[in-house]
């Protein structure tokens, strides 16, 4: 089958107290495989995690915008995070071997769409274009469709395409705000400090202090070496969070259960559980329950060498029982090999080795993870 070209979103909203008004705004993107929904109700945002093709994805979007624009009101809104609209931030981002150019493409065609259907100005941001969400917080952009007065209860929504990113935020016990936002500051690629981070420091509800960061090189800057440099200064660290989904190679303790491609394994099996059950039969219905098992548990998978090792076999093992049970398309079989080689990306040398060993194999032979004992479910 010929491999299908995904897109990865990961739009925010603002609301997060409000469970029935986040769940219509999931339940409006249905049209794309609904990864993850991160509620947050000191920052009141919501994140959602979105992977679809390309005209799915678009259409997904779209029905989240809508019913954000209708459920929420900018004017009694309130929350420690910058915003400037009611979907706030829709990045397009790429995902196996999607590039940022066609993600490019989705979020002017998304923009373009926003505008003419829904009459909410739009700022392009991000790869390509001319504002960062810095200027457009900071009310140095004009919107590029619509405006320049914003809707008045809906606001504008910024979208663009960026890369992998890890949002992830550290509270920071025995600190003053002062000095924290000192150390946000210090910390940003922008003002000379490490690669690949940006940072700012809020207020919760508490008195508690927290260390919000976006880290957008998760190559160069994941979280363990963010962590290592905070310690580095003698900052005291509190628990540590990562927001919406992780990338399996950036994945700390924190990302456990939030890695991003073990979500899109879930996805492809709980796609096929949904095939299962429509098809009929007792054997499809009980694959159909066996799937939606092994969805939950991917979902759920700890970010430990072994447990990111044995969902890599899981992953892979997904495409043979799908097309076994005659449910498997391009789309689903795409997702399957997404999610295998993401989660078999992050394996560390020494993994890979203790592995080959084990199967009595070469170490070379590790990447195509052809163990005839895998199992998916």
Known sequence: MEEVELFESVPNFSEGKDRAVIDSIAAAAE????????PDPDHHRAVVSLLAPRERLIEALLGAVAAAAERIDLRKHAG?????????????VPIGTTTIDACRGVAHEVGHRI?????????????????????????????????????PAAGAVCVGARGPLVAFNVLLPDT??????????????????????????????GGR????????????????????????????????????????????????????????????????ARRARRAGGDELAALGQRLATEAESLSALHSSQEELLAGAERCAALAPVLQAAVLLDAELQSMAQLAARGLRDALSEATRLRYAARMNISPASVPALTDPTARCC
């Not at 420690?80 to 990045?91: F, S």
């Not at 190559?219 to 200064?233: F, K, N």
Request: with cysteine; hydrophobic share 45%; glycine share 12%.
């Open 80 to 92: 420690v995070h910058p915003r400037v609209g009611a979907a706030d931030v829709l990045p397009i």
């Open 176 to 205: 003053p705000v002062g000095e924290a936002r000192r150390v946000a500051k210090s910390l940003r690629e922008s003002a000379g400090g490490v690669r690949g981070v940006q940072a700012l420091a809020f207020e919760l509800t």
């Open 115 to 151: 505008w003419t259907d829904l009459q909410i100005p739009v700022f392009f941001y991000g790869y390509g274009a001319e504002w960062s969400l810095a200027d457009i917080r900071a009310g140095r952009a004009q919107p590029d469709l619509g405006g320049p007065a914003l809707h």
């Open 209 to 272: 202090i927290q260390l919000s960061m976006n880290l957008f090189r998760v190559g160069e800057s994941p979280p363990e070496s963010v962590i290592e440099e905070l310690r580095r200064r003698g900052v005291h660290l509190g628990d540590q969070q990562v927001v919406g989904l992780c990338p399996a190679v950036a994945a700390s303790e924190a990302a456990s259960g939030r890695i991003l491609e073990a979500r899109v394994g879930a996805a492809a099996a709980r796609e096929g």
């Open 31 to 38: 049209m794309a495989h609904v990864l993850d929904v991160d």
